[in-house]
């Protein structure tokens, strides 16, 4: 049973479509349930491009790390952060890396970040409409540039869809976004803003917890370069050779 959910509504969350007496959608709030307690993600606006930045907290030492997907290059142009169950994420990123191919095969051109944004978030509120099918459990950051400048959006399960300068997905949203509220400000330099991205990731760890680089996925994208995934070395060195020390981890997405 959900928090505060009473025996009489409990049989409304046996459908993601069924409304509750209240007005709720239980199966909808259990997937935004499960984006809480994925890991941190989070990404940010910059005077060039858009920084993007996940925690991958790997459950144990014999996994590889690079292994476990967090940032995804969607096109060129174009990255995506998730927080929540990795099946569901891969999914709608196969759907938006053939949209974005289908853009410059029909028009010609690499499709905007809001009309891309907006088709994700179409797919997750299809499923929140009809029976038979279950919520994505699956947030995303979505950004890049187009020719409208760089751009973020936010999607979340119920199909919601908000555009942001800055914004963090997962279990250290609130913390990651007290933190960019209070040092974000407009035409931050790339290495500003990857320190600012990585300043919100460890404000969102639990008291004591040191982040190591090792479990971080930074990337970003530039309005010349395009997408480019970071390597360790340059993460650590644009933070100023900064590498904290490992720490226990569970087995998050």
């Known amino acids: 049973m959900y928090p505060g959910q ?16 209240d007005g709720r959608l239980y199966q909808v709030e259990y997937a935004s349930k499960i984006v809480s307690q994925g890991t941190t993600g ?19 030492k014999l996994i590889l790390p690079e292994s476990i997907e ?11 952060v998730s927080a929540g169950l990795v099946g569901d994420a891969r999914r709608l990123i196969e759907g938006a890396r053939a949209k974005a ?69 997962g279990a250290g949203r609130k913390e990651a976004m007290e933190h960019f509220e209070k040092n974000y400000s407009n035409g931050m330099t790339l290495e500003a803003a990857v320190k ?24 970003y994208v530039d309005a010349q370069k395009g997408f480019i995934r970071m390597s360790k070395n340059d993460l650590k060195s644009m933070l100023g050779g900064k590498d904290s020390s490992k720490s226990s981890a569970t087995n998050d997405a």
Do not use: C, W
């Not at 967090?70 to 995506?80: E, G, M, Y």
């Open 70 to 80: 967090k940032l995804f290059k969607v096109d060129d142009h174009i990255a995506a």
């Open 101 to 169: 191919q289908e853009n410059i095969m029909y028009y010609d051109e690499p499709i905007h970040i809001e009309t891309l944004a907006k088709d994700v978030s179409s797919q997750k509120q299809v499923f929140t409409q009809y029976a038979g099918m279950r919520p994505y459990g699956v947030a995303f950051i979505i950004g890049g540039v187009d020719e409208t400048g760089p751009r973020i959006f936010e999607t979340e399960p119920s199909g919601a869809l908000a555009e942001y300068m800055a914004v963090a997905v």
């Open 6 to 21: 009473s025996a009489k509504s409990q049989a409304y969350d046996r459908s993601a479509t069924m409304f509750s007496p």
């Open 196 to 219: 600012l991205v990585f300043a919100g990731l460890e404000s969102s760890q639990p008291k004591g917890t040191k982040l190591s680089l090792d479990r971080l996925d930074f990337g």
């Open 42 to 60: 989070a990404a940010m606006v910059y005077k060039n491009g858009v920084v993007f930045g996940a925690d991958k907290k790997v459950s144990s």
